[in-house]
């Protein structure tokens, strides 16, 4: 499927980056829900996704396995109407600590939301682009059904954002 221009019809788009191998599967929450993630703790499962395409790529490169440029998986980046059921969070409304490289304390921040979800989404400001939101995803509120995949394409990594001397 092509990736299209802005075409959600009157729903908003979200992005997701993820590897080939999960490519029939990109809403699906099994691996926040396995391994926990900023936002959510083992056990609750949620889809990531972002309000940007190069958010998505940014937050998908931080989380790459330390690897060679030549060994970097496929990556695939899901283009993703849904509902306009956000609620945004801006950086001042966020506790101190939501930057904090252990996501102990952050997994927590959201209990309410992750345990009974008023509403299909929020919006937070991202740690590395905090200009940018990523947008956590309830797949437990009723709204999640009218989720669409819009289009999926092979999303290229620029070798000049890989050093993996950095990493």
Do not use: C
Request: proline residues 10%; charged residues 20%; without cysteine.
């Amino acid at each position: 499927m092509a990736f299209p221009p802005d075409s959600s019809e009157h729903m908003p788009l979200v992005y997701r980056i993820i590897r080939e191998k999960f490519l029939h599967q990109p809403l699906s929450s099994e691996g926040s829900k396995l391994f926990g993630a900023r936002w959510n703790p083992k056990g609750i499962g949620v889809l990531y996704t972002t309000s940007t395409p190069e958010l998505g790529l940014l937050e998908t490169l931080a989380h790459a396995p330390g690897v060679r440029y030549e060994d970097l998986p496929v990556y695939w980046l899901s283009s993703i109407s849904i509902p306009d059921d956000i609620r945004y969070y801006s950086r001042e409304q966020l506790p101190g600590y939501w930057q904090d490289k252990n996501y102990e304390r952050t997994q927590y921040w959201l209990k309410d939301w992750l345990l009974k979800p008023d509403v299909l989404a929020v919006g937070i400001p991202s740690v590395i682009v905090p200009f940018s939101h990523n947008i956590v995803v309830h797949p437990e509120h009723p709204l999640f059904s009218q989720i669409a995949l819009v289009a999926q394409e092979k999303i290229p990594v620029d070798r000049r954002l890989w050093h993996l001397e950095n990493k």
